[in-house]
């Protein structure tokens, strides 16, 4: 198994899994709903053991024009 990290938005929406270090992704808010959201990392070693993030708080707010 190969090491990687999932970016997750509330819980449940993936913006995708990354392999290579530095582990991160570019996020399209404009894809969910104005307002609050939880951000969190669920990460996997090359045995399998995964472990997810303390969620962090953010806010959205994409122009409506």
């Known amino acids: 198994m190969k090491a990687s990290v999932q970016f997750l938005v509330d819980g449940n929406i993936s913006l995708g899994v990354v392999t290579v270090s530095p582990y991160t992704i570019n ?3 404009a894809l969910v709903a104005n307002g609050t959201h ?3 990392a669920r990460a996997w070693d090359t045995l399998g053991n995964s472990m997810t993030s303390a969620g962090v708080p953010v ?3 994409n122009d409506q024009t």
Do not use: G
Request: net charge neutral.
């Open 27 to 29: 996020w399209n808010t």
């Open 38 to 40: 939880t951000l969190t």
């Open 59 to 61: 806010t959205t707010s």
